[in-house]
């Protein structure tokens, strides 16, 4: 059978590996067929249970693919068919060397059984992660070694030589080491080695023959290839046995190990060596086999033999199979170190009585004297040197005796304060003797603890004479007042120990013992009773954890926010537990502590968030360990993730401290937000049409804010046709600034601009004073609501546009009229005439007049060869008067003889003196009217000509015409009612003219030309007079 070496194991046992990781032996391994071989597998790195399970299998060399499971050690169905019966029949098993590593039994190698060996763990971890098999070849190969001897029986004398020869072969093709030992045995005693030579080709004795062999007397030679000879010289009877030899044939692993393949030992050869007269026999005698505490008892030893006084023989004492003494042949006694000091306090005597009686007396029996005693006989002898050496050697049976105690009849009662108490708490032992306590009895007190391991330990001892003894492991901490002892009455007791640990859980035995005092004035126990109570400690650190919580993860700008560290479980108020807040403000990666709140009830501030201290308050609840944190005022720099960090701690007996758990709560999140805006500007839109110069009224209406703390930023915008987007005018911002936007700049409007805030706060007006064309657009407001957040700095929370109000800037409308009355007027030569020019209405009351009189005079002009002749008006400036009032030159006819009169504003007068007859004629006068523009520039806004004054400047004499003109029914007469008149006639020309077509086209006409053109009639105005017009009609010529 083999195990993993040593050096593999260990280093796979020290291995703590982050992946699972099985390894199993190194192959290849050469193994003979029939033998009884182990392979090793162990897995490390794993998770889950200590306990791990395996599979083994194997890849045959006829099919290396295929796997042929063999055994498993969780399921019974894992083997194959061909593996079954050996599975069942233990001849391949696995065995378990730890919960981690096991080993693969093949009791009886099998030819078959070569191949590739795969071992493989079932994984019991949350992940895949690491190798789960591993793999290893194992070559068989026949078993060729052969051992022989010849079987006989040879009788020897003592002192006789004895010569025995072996012969060992083997075949194997593989480099293998042969080792030989030879050996003796007595019936069913365990064979003694005698000497054998290893496979490193050295030489060893056995035990019992080394001294022999050193002398010479055992030897082991090589005769021959194969043969081996063991020699004994000076036989002794007991040399008297059964002799064999037995081979190993070794071979070296790939480990660089060794292992032996094969194992086999010869047939034997009886050997009897007579003793000459040298026998001898030991007998050991007691008087009885009971006893009560204080007797004596003495053993002696017999030897029985033939010339004891001329030999030499040592004798050996033992108890239970531990040496008390020994005597060499000098009789002088050696004792160890326990029975040494009881003989020298003369409770213990070893003495040889005879020669051949030895005897091994106690005084006083003790109850733990109780047990086996045995002695030794051995015969030695003397050499030339003077040197002993051990011949044989022999003892009796062992004689058992009973110590009983003396009888006590008290009895206990142990009381405890709790069986299951929380670590730390105290814990209070009574232990009551309820009777039987002698007068004259002392009581001596032990408390003792039996842990889970069954490992027993003494707490504390208070003997009969009322000394405090603390056991080894509790002496430190009872010098710390850990622990007390007292004796509070005769025959009652009790244990406190203080703030208790894990390791004080178990089993507490009070063992009371009762002493009285013998006759030699020396303290003898007279009994001892114990009784027990079982205490389970619950640790501290179990079910620990801490969870963080909040009722209100989102809060707005100057709300309060509580945060809960809830601590489980329910630890009393005396547990020390430390509590940390931690903040990782929003936007950051790294956790910085808050605030602590110490295991001893102080505070701690964190150094890196200062402003928290003063809108923070901690508070821990007076029944748990539980910590809030209130916040007040919440802005952006309480935004963030917090989670608590809580320590438990345990108080040591020496006043020291040791943090026992620390658990880390879950993160919780805490947004801030910002107010939930209720800003509205009005959306309405309109439109103002205005005359330029005129003020261009805005406003900007905040129908509702969020808050009346509001502060808001306006920004004016002018959009144009021609723009993509709206240009900035002005902005006023939240502290009341204010900044000129580009069309500002670039329009100059800097100083036509008026911003105003109303008292009512929600409506601001910006008035554009003087408004011109260009001035013209859609204008709106951008409104910006600005708050003051708890760190007592301005932030933008809204933004909203007005709708627009669409303003057009134009020229005043026209509405100049001037009188366009016609009339007549006939004055005498060198008389005066007047030309009134009246407007009966202007644009504005700002406007200038520009006034032209202008004189229409008739010409006439030559038509066409037949004479025709047609009249024109031509048109004479007389004068000129501008809107500032400037005068034109005179024409030369005119020049000294006009007079010009502005009346009014909107009445003008021209006279012209010293008329003639060339003055007759139609006069009139055209009017502009002038604005001046927001710059200061006048430009021209409407003209307007007035009707016609048709004069007429008689000279002395009256003629025909000014007798017409003079008289409106004459004239009518004259100049009108012929007209409809010739239309008649000319129609009925026509139509008869066109029926005498259709009756005779062919002669009257040519390709359809008509016979007759008729000319349009021609209308002429007199240039002097308002005469009817000439209507002339042309005949036309005929093709």
């Keep these: 059978m083999r195990t993993p070496p040593p050096g593999s194991l260990l280093l796979l046992l020290g291995m703590a590996l982050a992946q699972r990781q099985v390894a199993v032996q190194e192959g290849p391994l050469y193994r003979t ?34 796997e042929v499971q063999i055994v498993s050690t969780v399921d019974p169905s894992f083997p194959y068919a061909i593996y079954t019966q050996r599975v069942r029949s233990r001849g391949i098993y696995v065995e378990r060397v730890q919960g981690d590593a096991v080993l693969l ?21 949350e992940r895949y992660f690491g190798s789960y098999s591993a793999k290893m070849n194992l070559v068989v190969i026949p078993d060729s070694l052969r051992v022989t001897a010849v079987p006989q029986t040879l009788n020897k004398v003592e002192h006789d030589s004895l010569e025995l020869k072996c012969e060992v072969s083997k075949s194997t093709v593989q480099h293998s080491h042969v080792s030989i030992a030879w050996y003796r045995q007595r019936g069913s005693e365990v064979p003694v080695e005698v000497i054998s030579l290893s496979r490193d080709f050295v030489l060893r004795a056995g035990s019992v023959y080394a001294q022999r062999q050193a002398t010479g007397d055992v030897r082991l030679d090589k005769v021959g290839e194969t043969t081996s000879k063991l020699t004994i010289y000076n036989l002794h009877p007991s040399d008297q046995g059964e002799f064999y ?31 000459t007269d040298k026998e001898f026999s030991v007998r050991l005698e007691t008087d009885k086999r009971t006893y009560i505490v204080g007797e004596p008892v003495e053993f002696r030893c017999i030897l029985e033999a033939q010339n004891v006084p001329d030999r030499y023989f040592s004798i050996s004492w033992a108890f239970n199979s531990s040496l008390i003494a020994s ?168 244990l406190e120990i203080f703030n208790s640990v894990k390791a004080d859980e178990g089993h507490y035995e009070c063992r009371v013992a009762e002493w009285t005092r013998t006759l030699d004035g020396e303290w003898q126990m007279v009994g001892e009773r114990h009784a027990g109570t079982p205490v389970s400690i619950t640790a501290l650190e179990a079910g620990f954890a801490v969870t963080a919580i909040s009722r209100t993860p989102g809060v707005t700008y100057n709300e309060s926010f509580d945060l809960q560290c809830i601590i489980k479980p329910h630890y009393p108020s005396w547990v020390p537990v430390s509590v940390t807040w931690r903040f990782q403000p929003a936007g950051s990666t790294e956790f910085h502590d808050l605030v602590t709140f110490t295991r001893d009830g102080g505070v701690q ?35 963030g993730k917090y989670q608590c960090v809580a320590e438990l701690w345990r108080k040591n007996y020496n006043s020291s401290w040791t943090r026992l758990a620390d658990r880390t709560s879950n993160l919780l999140e805490i947004r801030v937000l910002r107010p939930v805006t209720k800003l509205q500007v009005s959306k309405s839109k309109r439109s103002i049409t205005l005359v330029e110069n005129r003020p261009i009224p805005l406003n900007c209406s905040v129908k509702s804010q969020t808050s009346p703390d509001s502060h808001f930023a306006v920004l004016w915008y002018v959009h144009k046709p021609s723009d993509a987007d709206g240009k900035l005018i002005l902005k006023t911002t939240h502290n009341s600034a204010f900044e000129y936007g580009t069309y500002a700049e670039e329009e100059g409007l800097r100083g036509r601009l008026q911003f105003e805030r109303l008292a009512s706060g929600g409506l601001f007006s910006l008035t554009v004073q003087r408004a011109e064309v260009r001035d013209s657009g859609s204008y709106y407001c951008h409104v910006e609501e600005w708050l003051l957040s708890p760190n007592h700095a301005w932030y933008k929370l809204a933004e909203e546009v007005s709708g627009r109000t669409e303003v057009t800037v134009k020229q005043p409308d026209p509405t100049l009229q001037v009188d366009t009355a016609t009339a007549n007027l006939t004055v005498q030569e060198k008389e005066s005439f007047p030309l009134d020019c009246s407007i009966l209405s202007r644009s504005s009351p700002e406007s200038h007049f520009a006034v032209t009189w202008y004189n229409l005079r008739a010409k ?67 009017v502009e009217e002038w604005l001046a523009d927001p710059n200061g520039v006048w430009y021209r806004l409407a003209e307007e000509e007035s009707g016609t004054v048709a004069v007429h400047v008689q000279d002395a004499g009256s003629t025909l015409q000014s007798v017409i003109c003079s008289n409106d029914a004459l004239f009518y007469f004259v100049f009108f009612y012929p007209f409809p008149i010739f239309g008649i006639l000319i129609i009925t020309i026509l139509l008869v003219r066109f029926k005498s077509r259709n009756s005779n086209k062919n002669s009257e006409g040519k390709n359809g030309v008509p016979l007759l053109w008729i000319k349009e009639p021609h209308l002429n105005y007199s240039p002097t007079c308002l005469e009817p017009p000439v209507l002339s009609i042309h005949p036309g010529t005929i093709d």
Aim: aromatic content about 8%; glycine content about 8%; hydrophobic content about 30%.
């Design 33 to 66: 067929e029939g033998s009884h071989i182990t392979l090793w597998c162990k897995v490390s790195g794993y998770q889950g249970p200590a306990e791990q399970n395996f599979q083994w299998s194997i890849y045959l060399p006829s099919a290396p693919e295929r």
């Design 605 to 639: 501030w964190g150094d890196r968030y200062m402003g928290f201290r003063t809108r923070t308050a901690i508070e821990k609840a007076e029944s748990s360990n539980n910590v809030r944190l209130s916040i007040s005022r919440a802005s952006d720099t309480e935004a």
């Design 105 to 125: 039994h093949i009791t009886d190698l099998q030819d078959r059984d070569a191949g590739e060996y795969e071992c493989h763990t079932p994984n019991t971890d």
């Design 245 to 275: 030899c037995e081979a190993a044939e070794w071979i070296q692993d790939p480990d660089k190990t060794w292992y032996a393949m094969t194992r086999k030992r010869s047939q034997g050869a009886i050997v009897n060596v007579q003793a």
């Design 860 to 926: 006439e002009v030559g038509g066409h060869a037949e004479d025709n002749e047609e009249e024109e008006e031509e048109r004479e400036a007389v004068l000129s008067v501008g809107p500032d009032a400037v005068f034109s030159p005179e024409a030369s006819r005119w020049e000294g003889r006009l007079r010009f009169q502005r009346l009014s504003a909107v009445l003008f007068r021209l006279t012209v003196l010293q008329a003639g007859g060339a003055d007759t004629g139609n006069y009139s006068c055209h």
């Design 327 to 494: 005597l060499g042949p000098n009789a002088v006694p050696v004792l160890n170190n326990e029975f040494a000091q009881r003989e020298a306090l003369g409770q213990l005597k070893v003495a040889k009585e005879s020669d051949n009686i030895f005897v091994l007396k106690i005084y006083r029996l003790r109850l733990e004297d109780s047990g086996k005693y045995n002695c030794r006989v051995t015969e030695r002898e003397k050499t030339v040197t003077g040197d002993f050496i051990d011949k044989e050697s022999k003892r009796p049976k062992n004689i058992p005796i009973t110590v009983l105690p003396l009888k006590t009849s008290i009895s206990l009662e142990i009381i405890n304060n709790a069986s299951n108490v929380l670590e730390g708490e105290s814990l209070r032992f009574g232990c009551n003797v309820r009777a039987g306590i002698g007068p004259q009895s002392r009581l001596s007190v032990a408390w003792q603890l039996v842990d889970k391991l069954n490992r027993r330990s003494e707490i504390v001892r208070l003997d009969r004479e009322g000394t405090l003894q603390p056991g080894p492991s509790y002496a430190e901490r009872s010098s710390y007042g850990g622990i007390q002892v007292e004796q509070v009455r005769p025959g009652s007791f009790t």
